[in-house]
């Protein structure tokens, strides 16, 4: 199985900072990695595809970028509605995994 | 617009089985790079993928969990159906159906559509 792993696992930031979040996977694949967004008490929601690709509907404040093992996604001003958690998963083999997820929260 | 929704107990008791339905409209599970899943989550815990039936009716398991999983699919109901044999405490969390594409633009598998979820907890 491929492990993902992220980091920070939480971060406080306050509005309009610039906020980066790390993946890493433990073996390498070109660009099968995903983000999704999760905030309280919802579903999970596709953000980031094809590790740079924004799914539609998506702001584009969001922008993710890598390939290989590391990856990264990137919130340019962080807004009022994106404190939430935060998940990469690899669909490069099954089975498909998650990453433990980072928590981003108001400071 | 694709929806997507589930729908079993919310309580069952250790050793039991679990058997939860996702029906989803808005889309035919025949129609090529199409599939639909399960993810769940315990509470306060991260993302677990369990399963995922493809439009060509090949089934794909988490290996930690596949000897009790089963994914069939009713397509005149436009439904799939998840069932997890000999339930414990542990598997507590809230179970998602979701729909997965594979776009041939770039040949890969992503989780586009989720269901609301259901909270399924084991405990006698």
């Known amino acids: 199985d491929i492990q993902m792993t992220q980091s920070p696992s939480s971060l406080s930031a306050s509005v309009g900072d610039r906020v980066t979040i790390t993946c890493r996977a433990s073996q390498s694949f070109s660009r099968h990695l995903n983000w999704y967004q999760q905030k309280p008490g919802q579903a999970p929601k596709l953000l980031i595809y094809a590790a740079s690709s924004l799914q539609r509907g998506v702001p584009s404040r969001f922008s993710g970028r890598g390939s290989g093992t590391d990856f990264t996604l990137t919130i340019s001003s962080l807004q009022p509605e994106d404190f939430a958690t935060y998940y990469c998963?690899?669909?490069?083999?099954?089975?498909?995994?998650f990453g433990p997820g980072t928590k981003v929260e108001i400071k | 617009q694709i929806t997507l929704k589930e729908s079993g107990p919310t309580l069952v008791k250790p050793t039991q089985t679990l058997t939860l339905t996702c029906t989803f409209s808005g889309f035919s599970l025949s129609t090529s790079g199409v599939g639909v899943g399960w993810v769940r989550q315990p509470p306060g815990k991260a993302l677990e993928w369990l399963a995922l039936l493809y439009w060509n009716d090949d089934r794909r398991y988490n290996p930690s969990l596949k000897s009790r999983l089963t994914i069939t699919k009713d397509t005149s109901k436009n439904q799939v159906v998840l069932t997890m044999t000999n339930m414990d405490p542990v598997d507590t969390a809230t179970y998602y159906c979701?729909?997965?594409?594979?776009?041939?633009?770039?040949?890969?598998?992503?989780?586009?559509?989720w269901g609301q979820g259901t909270l399924v907890t084991v405990s006698s």
């Open positions: 979701i729909h997965s594409s594979y776009p041939s633009s770039i040949q890969l598998w992503l989780f586009d559509y």
């Open positions: 998963q690899q669909s490069y083999s099954t089975p498909f995994t």
